[in-house]
């Protein structure tokens, strides 16, 4: 089934393993890409915590090919800072963090979330994106805008393609593009295929998971390997990140179908 290439993203996937083992795995489970939510508690880690990140990437052998910028609290359900004016200045610390990270490893794709209402300023987060844009120029590095599904993120404004496309076409950056999380797009109602089809020259990068139930390919009623086929064909040549849960074995069989 394996038309594209795929990064295994390592805040979601082989969290059985504590973080700076988890390249390691990737690399054992076949993959040699791998990106993550941004992984330390702060905006602005030790510089022991970074360079032991860094080094675990190496060692494996895989390639960094994503990275979120800094979003707060997730597993609180925050949803990014980018909008926040209580947590712009946290932000705007991490900006060059993250930047210098991912321009050491090599990484091109840099995602910054919105951030939850009420409180959002859309001035703000077209700023913040603006900042996060010229920063990562610096490096050849792309910032990604994502949408996210209101069913599982209610508070989270921007819940569509359309909505994406908007606040990047205000930022007005080259290197500002669309982050196609098709599963949240799939959730939403959107029709996935299409937006290939009619957008895919605005994607920066391409997740996934199976809907429903935000399983493995396969498990849910989207139909991957049309998708797979869809990118292909209009011309996507960037990763498309694993961003599906799953327990116990099998979590890649499908790779091989």
């Known amino acids: ?16 393993l504590p973080l700076l083992e988890r390249p390691a795995a990737a690399a054992k489970a076949g993959f040699d890409a791998v990106e993550f939510w941004w992984p330390f508690d ?22 960094l090919v994503g990275l979120n910028f800094d979003a707060g609290d997730m597993a609180a359900g925050e949803r990014g800072l980018l909008a926040r004016p209580d947590g712009s200045v946290r932000f705007q610390a991490n900006i060059d963090v993250a ?29 913040n994106l603006r900042r996060a844009a010229d920063a990562a120029a610096g490096i050849g590095a792309t910032v990604v805008v994502e949408a996210l599904n209101s069913h599982e993120n209610p508070k ?25 999380d098709l599963y949240h797009l799939h959730r939403m109602g959107e029709d ?7 957008h895919c020259h605005r994607f920066g990068h391409v997740q996934i998971a199976d809907d429903p139930g935000r399983g493995r390919p396969g498990s849910g ?10 990118l292909e064909a209009a011309g996507y040549r960037g ?14 069989d499908w790779r091989r179908a």
């Open 99 to 127: 930047v210098r990270l991912a321009g050491e490893l090599g990484c091109g794709v840099l995602n910054a979330l919105y951030g939850n209402d009420p409180g959002t300023d859309r001035g703000l987060a077209v700023a």
């Open 42 to 63: 702060g905006p602005d880690p030790s510089g022991a915590e970074l360079a032991a990140l860094r080094q675990a990437i190496e060692d494996a052998g895989v390639r």
């Open 239 to 252: 990763h498309v990140g694993l961003e599906y849960r799953h327990e116990g074995p099998g979590a890649f």
């Open 192 to 198: 996935v295929l299409k937006l290939i089809d009619g």
């Open 1 to 16: 089934m394996e038309a594209v290439e795929h990064s295994v993203n390592l805040s979601i996937l082989f969290t059985g």
């Open 156 to 180: 989270y404004p921007i819940t569509s393609s359309r909505a994406a496309f908007e606040l990047i076409d205000e930022v007005d950056r080259e290197n500002v593009a669309f982050l196609a």
């Open 221 to 230: 009623r989207m139909p991957y390997p049309e998708i797979f086929a869809r």
